[in-house]
């Protein structure tokens, strides 16, 4: 549940923090940070809740956190690469 919460909503965490420009100017504006960081608290609060309801052990949930937050990350920098220029198809389209 964890990991799964957490790649889902930390790489909406990781899009609200680039689309909000929260560190754009040198420095962390709270109210952006504040409001990028509420999924992620959604997924830490899952997490929780299942180590709460003695379904998982503290280590698996931990585990399964840091693995959903690096897989978010790792897609998040995949999708906020820019896209290859097309190649041409003809030898008049070279450019």
């Given at each position: 549940h964890t990991s799964w919460s957490t790649s889902g909503l930390g790489f909406?965490?990781?899009w609200l923090l680039g689309k909000l420009r929260v560190f754009a100017d040198g420095s962390a504006a709270p109210e952006?940070?504040?409001l990028a960081m509420a999924p992620l608290?959604?997924?830490a609060w899952i997490g929780m809740s299942r180590i709460q309801?003695?379904?998982h052990h503290v280590e698996d949930v931990c585990a399964?956190?840091?693995l959903g937050l690096l897989m978010a990350f790792?897609?998040?920098d995949y999708e906020a690469e820019e896209p290859p220029a097309p190649l041409p198809l003809y030898?008049?389209?070279r450019v």
């Open positions: 909406l965490t990781f952006r940070f504040a608290l959604g997924a309801d003695y379904w399964g956190f840091v790792c897609y998040y030898a008049d389209d």
